[in-house]
């Protein structure tokens, strides 16, 4: 089959499409625009299989950048799912929904391929002695996904396709590499990756990691015990605190590599990190709702911003380094053997020069222990079974128990207590974050943020 020539889709029916793909991030702004910046064909198929890299530009002059992974067939055959538009005689649709346009990436990953089109070249990376997905390789959708796509083959390796594409590694890819490289048991090890060169811009494509066989996501494993055996999930706290702690130390464990190496906070740092905060408290609290939910906080935002203030004079110290940054319950599995924690790409919405800034290790803690918060009071929410009394406490000192007793102490502040005043205002934030996206999108979840931000309210200054 010819290539079809991409600039000749319909950018009403491209906008349309686009709109209608899960992990399309933009849904919530305008489009001005929707155009195919640059298109390869990475295997002839059949079917075949089409990159293409397309623009949505926004009123405000911004732009974000889409990873299109297409599959082609003649239009003879009537295929129907994912369709975007037929053009030349044959049909465009998303590969996601076949696998057979899908499994060609097995061979191009085996074989280290490099493709060069007009404007640009694609890399497969394989490591040598590894051995790749079959050509005959069975694939499968993984479907839970929403901001990037990711396939099985052989139920050996797990391919992830980033969606949106900024410019320069995505931190999934380094940060795995990292970890693998220095064996770091506790995560999916790296296998491959793909990424694009040319004119508009080197960013990586794709990432491929070993497939974990049995393991249990972490969200789904705490639901399920605190209906059946909470304290059991409580005690398996101590382990998955103490592999954060190791992955943190394993992070902050190489002076040579300027992405990774430690840095001393500036007061400039620790300042800036205090004043963002702050305006996010008093951005919130001047339109906060008048709802009964939000009682325990109404008209309390000067009381939280002096709060913020008097813990950021005890609240400093330790190192800057490389983290996970969005790290939660549903980022972890329970494997037969360990702990294994996953999706290190930081907040998608963020940009990817901010997702790879060094930062304290305790925001990943900070991240853990609201997650605990969450998970008590969805057991409520979605199961109708209430977290023991007393549960998200013990879970907490549990996790935290096992990282400190596990990380680096030289990457902390001084002292356990000034470790945990600083974790107190990166609880804080994580929690006034949670607020506006409850708000905005979870109306009865609002208390949940809510009891947090009282909590932290109530707790002692040291």
Request: proline share 6%.
């Amino acid at each position: 089959m010819a290539t079809p020539d991409l600039a000749r889709l319909d950018e009403e029916r491209l906008s349309e499409w686009l709109l209608s793909r899960r992990w399309f991030g933009s849904k919530a702004q305008d489009l001005s625009h929707i155009g195919v910046l640059d298109t390869v064909t990475l295997h002839e198929g059949p079917p075949a299989l089409l990159l293409a890299l397309i623009e949505a530009r926004f009123p405000t002059g911004t732009h974000n950048i889409y990873q299109l992974l297409l599959g082609v067939r003649p239009a003879r055959e009537g295929w129907t799912e994912g369709h975007l538009e037929d053009i030349d005689g044959v049909t465009l649709y998303d590969a996601v929904a076949d696998p057979d346009a899908v499994a060609g990436l097995a061979a191009l990953l085996g074989s280290s391929a490099t493709i060069e089109s007009e404007r640009a070249t694609v890399d497969f990376y394989w490591p040598e002695g590894a051995e790749p997905p079959g050509p005959g390789a069975s694939v499968r959708p993984v479907g839970a996904e929403q901001s990037n796509s990711s396939f099985v083959f052989d139920d050996t390796y797990v391919l992830k396709a980033f969606r949106r594409l900024e410019a320069g590694d995505n931190p999934e890819l380094e940060m795995t590499r990292f970890l693998t490289e220095r064996e770091f048991p506790n995560v999916a090890a790296l296998a491959g990756w793909a990424d694009y060169r040319g004119e508009l811009m080197d960013a990586t494509l794709a990432v491929v990691q070993r497939f974990i066989k049995g393991g249990r996501d972490g969200w789904e494993l705490a639901l399920d015990e605190i209906g059946s055996d909470p304290e059991v999930f409580v005690a398996r706290m101590a382990e998955l605190g103490a592999v954060i702690g190791r992955m943190h130390t394993t992070l902050a464990s190489d002076g040579t590599d300027p992405a990774f190496a430690p840095e001393e906070p500036s007061v400039e740092s620790t300042s800036l990190i205090t004043a963002t905060i702050d305006e996010q408290i008093e951005r919130l609290f001047v339109d906060l709702p008048e709802l009964e939910a939000l009682e325990p906080i109404a008209h309390r935002g000067e009381e939280v911003r002096d709060r913020l203030q008097l813990l950021s004079h005890v609240g400093s110290g330790g190192k800057l380094i490389r983290q996970h940054g969005d790290l939660h319950l549903g980022q972890t599995l329970l494997a037969p053997d360990r702990w294994i924690v996953l999706d290190f790409e930081g907040e998608p919405a963020r940009a990817l020069i901010d997702r790879r800034r060094k930062r304290s290790c305790l925001r990943d803690v900070a991240g853990m222990l609201r997650s605990f918060a969450y998970a008590a009071s969805a057991s409520q929410l979605q199961r109708d079974t209430p977290a023991p009394e007393g549960w998200e406490d013990r879970t907490r000192e549990s996790f935290l128990t096992g990282y400190f007793g596990a990380v680096d102490q030289s990457l902390l502040p001084p002292g356990e207590a000034a470790s945990r005043t600083l974790l107190t205002i990166f609880e804080l934030e994580k929690a006034v974050y949670e607020l506006r996206y409850e708000l905005n999108n979870r109306p009865d979840w609002v208390r949940i943020p809510v009891a947090g931000i009282a909590r932290l309210l109530e707790e002692p200054i040291p």
